[in-house]
């Protein structure tokens, strides 16, 4: 079973990915929390959208604070890495489209579309995170859990 990540452990990912000089930005529940500001529940791992021409420096950059220990190598759609206790960062890496957003290939063939990053917070530390749109698309094309149905409420709440 995965570790609960901490806000200061997403806080902590974030900014050894901005010292590196990559780009990274809050997906999934994570990213929800950021727009939202406020963290809605425990979350398992961090989920972060990448740039595929600075995959192998996040990599380099994850396994120096930890995250060695690769889990799921679905390259090119995504890869997700863990630490010795077990917190894990999943990547979804995008060719960029030169707005700011990019294309994530998929295991079907497909692409999803990440657009341009939003602000939102967590802790009170401002982080770049996929906006409230494009996290409900993401929830698409698969049997929710109750997890993301919860999810979806709150995304509601920012999209209505």
């Given at each position: 079973m995965?570790?609960?990540?901490?806000?200061?452990?997403?806080?902590?990912?974030?900014?050894?990915?901005r010292?590196?000089?990559?780009?990274?930005?809050?997906d999934?529940g994570?990213?929800?929390?950021?727009l939202?500001?406020t963290?809605?529940?425990e979350h398992?791992?961090?989920d972060?959208?990448?740039?595929?021409?600075?995959?192998?420096?996040?990599?380099a950059t994850?396994?120096d604070?930890?995250f060695?220990?690769?889990?799921?190598?679905?390259l090119p759609?995504a890869?997700?890495?863990?630490?010795?206790?077990?917190?894990e960062?999943?990547?979804?890496?995008?060719?960029p489209d030169?707005?700011g957003g990019?294309h994530?290939?998929?295991p079907?063939?497909g692409r999803f579309?990440?657009?341009?990053?939003?602000v939102g917070e967590?802790d009170g530390?401002?982080?770049?995170?996929v906006d409230a749109?494009?996290q409900?698309l993401?929830?698409?094309?698969?049997?929710?859990?109750?997890?993301?149905?919860?999810?979806l409420?709150?995304?509601?709440?920012?999209?209505?």
């Amino acid at each position: 079973m995965a570790a609960v990540m901490a806000a200061s452990g997403v806080l902590a990912v974030l900014s050894a990915l901005r010292a590196a000089g990559v780009t990274a930005w809050g997906d999934g529940g994570w990213g929800i929390d950021a727009l939202l500001g406020t963290t809605t529940r425990e979350h398992s791992d961090l989920d972060l959208v990448v740039l595929m021409p600075e995959l192998s420096s996040v990599r380099a950059t994850l396994s120096d604070i930890g995250f060695g220990i690769v889990l799921r190598d679905w390259l090119p759609a995504a890869l997700a890495v863990a630490d010795q206790a077990s917190n894990e960062v999943d990547l979804h890496p995008i060719s960029p489209d030169g707005i700011g957003g990019g294309h994530q290939e998929l295991p079907d063939g497909g692409r999803f579309y990440y657009p341009r990053p939003v602000v939102g917070e967590i802790d009170g530390v401002v982080v770049d995170c996929v906006d409230a749109t494009t996290q409900v698309l993401a929830h698409q094309g698969y049997t929710p859990t109750e997890k993301d149905l919860a999810d979806l409420l709150l995304l509601r709440s920012l999209t209505d």
